[in-house]
């Protein structure tokens, strides 16, 4: 067994934080599911950005596409469509061995609708109905404008991965989002045991934003620790979640948990180990997903222990100390989303671009 592996013992999935057709042409998705015990994958605006222009994989069925659509971005679900029902096709064996548990891919609605409520809403149901595979995760931004219409997705019964996660607060919104949208669709009288959901907490980009900020403090006591204890403190919310009344209302009734996701886990600075945001954040109930590079790093030499319970005290003594350095956590939290989604629509631009320029040629 490698460490890939033996996570699983631990409780926590890993996925494959990548789609393109080069991986699942060549069998490599595949080899990955049946040796890498790879239980899921996402996908994002930038990632289908770098497949779609990166190859030419994509060309005769753009041209196809063009002489029947002349919307470019109805063109690009078209093209993403075909390949997360395929992905999903792929991973059918593994959610149908998890009894539903795992064996899921992400699709994201168009990062243009992150202010949005209602225009998510519409085009979450949209993307569902036409992907049409039960082991399929709408993603949704875990937005303040994106938290009704988390909830009301779910309540429709839609499978929902919520995404550009970074701040502790909004993660309790998001929480809240998550519960009350399994209750609303009990109120209904309808079945919520097949209502998958996971919140997708982006972790290195926070280092890469406070890191600095520490170092002109002379805190470099503190670098490069930030990102994995504000993880640590939403996994205790997670649990304060799961043991509350409530919750346990919910799991009478079929309720699957929403397990907290760890994304954007390769390590951006140099100095950092390329497995830091995986070793450090292994735990029940959870996913991380990764790159291929990280992959590739942790099976050959990442060590697995039960680490996501571990050094909290720690944890929260970093977060005190942010506070007692005068660096406000939550304002950079949220200025991290809202680049976020600006990195996720120069993306989604440029790639409606390339298409553009392809239906040209």
Request: proline share 3%; hydrophobic share 40%.
């Amino acid at each position: 067994m490698n460490p890939l592996n033996k996570i699983r013992e631990h409780g926590q999935s890993i996925w494959l934080d990548l789609l393109d057709r080069e991986i699942m042409n060549s069998g490599k998705l595949k080899k990955l599911i049946e040796e890498d015990d790879l239980r899921g994958l996402t996908s994002n605006p930038s990632i289908f950005e770098k497949a779609i222009t990166g190859s030419s994989d994509y060309d005769k069925d753009i041209a196809e596409n063009s002489k029947n659509e002349n919307d470019n971005a109805e063109i690009f679900f078209n093209l993403a469509i075909a390949d997360i029902q395929r992905a999903a096709d792929i991973f059918k064996p593994v959610f149908d061995k998890t009894n539903g548990g795992d064996g899921f891919v992400s699709l994201e609605v168009s990062p243009l609708l992150a202010r949005d409520t209602e225009g998510t809403i519409q085009q979450a149901r949209n993307l569902w109905k036409r992907v049409n595979r039960e082991n399929v995760m709408i993603k949704i931004p875990g937005t303040k404008e994106g938290l009704p219409a988390i909830r009301k997705c779910l309540s429709e019964g839609i499978n929902i991965n919520v995404t550009l996660l970074f701040g502790l607060p909004r993660y309790r919104e998001i929480t809240e989002a998550f519960m009350s949208g399994l209750e609303d669709r009990l109120e209904a009288g309808k079945s919520i045991e097949n209502v998958a959901s996971v919140a997708s907490f982006f972790l290195s980009r926070i280092d890469v934003l406070v890191d600095p900020i520490l170092k002109e403090k002379n805190a470099n006591q503190l670098v490069g620790k930030v990102a994995i204890s504000s993880a640590k403190k939403a996994y205790q919310i997670y649990l304060e979640m799961i043991a509350s009344d409530r919750f346990k209302k919910l799991i009478e009734n079929g309720a699957q948990k929403q397990r907290v996701l760890w994304a954007s886990t390769s390590a951006k600075n140099p100095d950092f180990s390329d497995v830091i945001y995986v070793e450090n954040l292994i735990g029940k109930d959870t996913v991380n997903t990764l790159p291929m590079e990280t992959i590739d790093a942790f099976r050959d030499h990442g060590k697995v222990a039960d680490t996501l319970t571990q050094g909290i005290s720690e944890a929260n003594k970093v977060m005190e100390d942010l506070k007692k350095l005068g660096i406000n956590i939550d304002e950079i939290t949220q200025k991290l989303e809202d680049e976020g989604i600006g990195k996720f629509n120069d993306a989604y631009e440029k790639l409606l671009k390339s298409i553009e320029n392809q239906i040209k040629k």
